[in-house]
């Protein structure tokens, strides 16, 4: 008989209870998902990083100081995976992030099922971005590189003039339900939009998809 694999080891930071009890539900639905430490301080995650967790699902404002300055010292001495969610969206605080380490960064009026996803992504070593900050990510790469532009090659297949104005949408940083009532279609149609533009990109979440067409040169925002 095959054994199946422990749960992944997740750790928080996050001072607000409300959002660290979402959180906690959020990661507790998930049966390959197990909370290992939860810390409300910079202080207290600083003494969590000796417990090795998987992946740290950590917030950047903190009562005693800010979760940058916990993200290079977590990566310094542990293996583990950073993934932000937080409620700072600026151009700024996006690139300081990353710059850091971090792995991932989403906003915390992300979706469950959104978190939950780019949880599993960030342990699979992939890096989930929101839209707002895809589109930061590569406005700072635009400064670094004389055309960054990755224009579409015969034979990929190009977004629709809709996929494209969906894109735009959520560069913005609107919801599925907001696209929905942006485009005046409905939040299914937004769903069967959403899968092709991944298909296309071969990208699994919003941000990614942003950022790639982007690179591609089929999207302008």
């Known amino acids: 008989m095959i054994e199946a694999d ?3 080891r997740i750790a928080i930071v996050e001072d607000d209870p ?3 009890a979402h959180f906690v539900d959020i990661i507790s639905a998930s049966p390959t998902l197990e909370i290992c430490a939860t810390a409300g301080t910079l ?3 600083r003494a969590m990083i000796p ?3 998987d992946l740290v699902l950590s917030d950047i404002g903190l009562p005693d100081g800010s979760g940058l300055d916990f993200i290079p010292e977590l990566k310094a001495g542990s293996r583990c995976k950073t993934l932000v969610v937080t409620a700072f969206g600026d151009r700024d605080t996006v690139v300081t992030a990353l710059s850091a380490g971090a792995d991932g960064y989403l906003l915390k ?3 469950p099922d959104v978190i939950l996803h780019g949880i599993h992504v960030t342990l699979m070593g992939g890096a989930p971005i929101s839209a707002a900050a ?4 590569l406005d700072r790469l635009r400064q670094r590189e004389p055309d960054p532009v990755i224009r579409s090659e015969p034979g990929l297949e190009h977004l629709t003039p809709r996929e494209i104005e969906l894109l735009k949408v959520f560069a913005r940083g609107q919801s599925y339900k907001e696209a929905a009532r942006s485009l005046g279609i409905s939040p299914l149609t937004v769903g069967n939009h959403v899968k092709a533009i991944y298909r296309k ?3 699994n979440s ?8 982007m690179r591609r040169g089929d999207l302008q925002v």
Do not use: F, K
């Open 206 to 213: 919003r941000g990614e998809a942003v950022y790639a067409a």
């Open 109 to 111: 009026d992300s979706s």
């Open 51 to 53: 417990l090795d967790p």
């Open 18 to 20: 409300h959002v660290m």
């Open 43 to 45: 202080a207290e995650a």
């Open 134 to 137: 895809a589109v930061y990510l």
């Open 6 to 8: 422990p749960p992944r």
């Open 201 to 203: 990109l071969e990208v």
